[in-house]
């Protein structure tokens, strides 16, 4: 079995964002489920932000009037967030879901269009398991990481940015310590990304060569019966799996240890909250129910940070199969069909009948 039968292009060792572009455009018919998904996010930051502001304002009743708080008002407002939250989390799957169905579809279209269009040489150098891989698990992934990336980064930033005005706006030291990890979380995933961009770039390439090897193996059971080859393709299917399995779990490695070192610097950040607020409670200059948001929000910060470290995981594996299937949509026939075929394939793509697109010949040639 031929390695040049697996051979694919090589890419830049670097997120494209041209790339990108390309893929992204295919969103534009939907642009309005992107600002729905976009608003929602947002409504939902606000909502799991707002719960801890009650918290605090219910503490520091109960700690100034005892049994005598009013606690009817902060109820409602507890009552209005959950199901403004509610509404919000079932609107963004609604939408997001239709973005990732049509955004997917819309991709395999192109892509089968395109191979309808390329020359039979180009076949010859791509297995039956490479185009495959491309119109299936390519698209499959690139359309999820465009719908819910969206949501995730509208969510993430709309949290980090209302929990750090909160905090700032109660007390802006406390919230300068607390915040004092953001850089080294940054840091962090700048040295991660090029890792786990290049060893998830190694698994798609290794996979797609795993498919291609079941398809040829298949398609040729019966040469491979009567040469007498099964050992030696047993062989050749050990040898791209051991490599499958060995970028895999470079690749997991990687990942496991992303999201543990970004919770572990979180950590150190709820641990200077709950030191200098503490403090700062027996002193008097911090309230008891501040004291406790402080602390909320310290251990919330794990939950935007994860599910944009996650996500940036997701999309650095994607960046993967976006060139690849950028490659495919961008391939040029070197065979063109001619006028005629043109014309007759639009007739029939809009479902024209034979008949009619011969008349239409007639006036055009008349």
């Given at each position: 079995?031929?390695?040049?039968?697996?051979?694919?292009?090589?890419?830049?060792?670097?997120?494209?964002?041209?790339?990108?572009?390309?893929?992204?455009?295919?969103?534009?018919?939907?642009?309005?489920?992107?600002?729905?998904?976009?608003?929602?996010?947002?409504?939902?930051?606000?909502?799991?932000?707002?719960?801890?502001?009650?918290?605090?304002?219910?503490?520091?009743e109960?700690?100034?009037?005892g049994?005598?708080?009013?606690?009817?008002?902060?109820?409602?407002?507890?009552?209005?967030?959950?199901?403004?939250?509610?509404?919000?989390?079932?609107?963004?799957?609604?939408?997001?879901?239709?973005?990732?169905?049509?955004?997917?579809?819309?991709?395999?279209?192109?892509?089968?269009?395109?191979?309808?269009?390329?020359?039979l040489?180009?076949?010859?150098?791509?297995?039956?398991?490479?185009?495959?891989?491309?119109?299936?698990?390519?698209?499959?992934?690139?359309?999820?990481?465009?719908?819910?990336?969206?949501?995730?980064?509208?969510?993430?930033?709309?949290?980090?940015?209302?929990?750090?005005?909160?905090?700032?706006?109660?007390?802006?030291?406390?919230?300068?310590?607390?915040?004092?990890?953001?850089?080294?979380?940054?840091w962090?995933?700048?040295?991660?990304?090029?890792?786990?961009?290049?060893?998830?770039?190694?698994?798609?390439?290794?996979?797609?060569?795993?498919?291609?090897?079941?398809?040829?193996?298949?398609?040729?059971?019966?040469?491979?019966?009567?040469?007498?080859?099964?050992?030696?393709?047993?062989?050749?299917?050990?040898?791209?799996?051991?490599?499958?399995?060995?970028?895999?779990?470079?690749?997991?490695?990687?990942?496991?240890?992303?999201?543990?070192?970004?919770?572990?610097?979180?950590?150190?950040?709820?641990?200077?909250?709950?030191?200098?607020?503490?403090?700062?409670?027996?002193?008097?200059?911090?309230?008891l129910?501040?004291?406790?948001?402080?602390?909320t929000?310290?251990?919330?910060?794990?939950?935007?940070?994860?599910?944009?470290a996650?996500?940036?995981?997701?999309?650095?594996?994607?960046?993967?199969?976006?060139?690849r299937?950028?490659t495919?949509?961008?391939?040029?026939?070197?065979?063109?069909?001619?006028?005629?075929?043109?014309?007759?394939?639009?007739?029939?793509?809009?479902?024209?009948?034979r008949?009619?697109?011969?008349?239409?010949?007639?006036?055009?040639?008349?």
């Amino acid at each position: 079995m031929s390695e040049k039968r697996f051979a694919e292009e090589e890419f830049s060792g670097r997120l494209d964002w041209s790339v990108w572009r390309k893929i992204l455009a295919f969103g534009r018919p939907y642009r309005v489920y992107f600002f729905i998904v976009a608003g929602s996010g947002a409504v939902t930051a606000f909502c799991d932000g707002g719960f801890a502001l009650v918290t605090r304002s219910l503490v520091d009743e109960i700690a100034a009037r005892g049994v005598n708080a009013e606690l009817a008002g902060l109820a409602w407002c507890y009552l209005v967030l959950a199901l403004l939250l509610s509404f919000s989390v079932g609107t963004f799957v609604r939408y997001a879901g239709r973005i990732s169905t049509s955004v997917s579809h819309d991709i395999r279209n192109a892509g089968f269009v395109r191979l309808q269009e390329l020359e039979l040489e180009y076949f010859d150098r791509r297995s039956v398991g490479w185009l495959m891989t491309r119109l299936t698990s390519d698209c499959d992934r690139l359309s999820r990481v465009i719908a819910w990336l969206l949501l995730d980064v509208a969510w993430g930033s709309s949290f980090l940015g209302f929990i750090t005005v909160i905090m700032l706006w109660l007390n802006w030291k406390l919230a300068l310590l607390v915040l004092l990890v953001v850089p080294a979380l940054a840091w962090v995933s700048l040295w991660f990304q090029k890792r786990l961009l290049a060893s998830s770039r190694a698994v798609r390439k290794t996979g797609s060569r795993i498919t291609a090897a079941f398809n040829e193996a298949i398609n040729g059971v019966r040469t491979t019966k009567s040469l007498v080859r099964e050992a030696g393709n047993f062989k050749e299917f050990q040898s791209i799996s051991g490599r499958m399995f060995g970028e895999s779990v470079r690749n997991a490695v990687q990942t496991a240890l992303y999201l543990p070192v970004i919770l572990g610097l979180v950590s150190v950040g709820t641990g200077l909250a709950l030191v200098f607020g503490g403090y700062g409670t027996m002193a008097g200059g911090v309230s008891l129910g501040t004291l406790l948001l402080f602390m909320t929000y310290a251990r919330q910060l794990s939950d935007p940070v994860q599910q944009l470290a996650q996500q940036l995981a997701q999309a650095q594996a994607a960046q993967a199969a976006a060139e690849r299937v950028v490659t495919l949509l961008d391939s040029v026939p070197k065979i063109a069909d001619s006028k005629e075929v043109r014309r007759e394939l639009e007739l029939r793509k809009w479902g024209y009948p034979r008949k009619a697109g011969q008349k239409q010949k007639k006036k055009e040639n008349a």
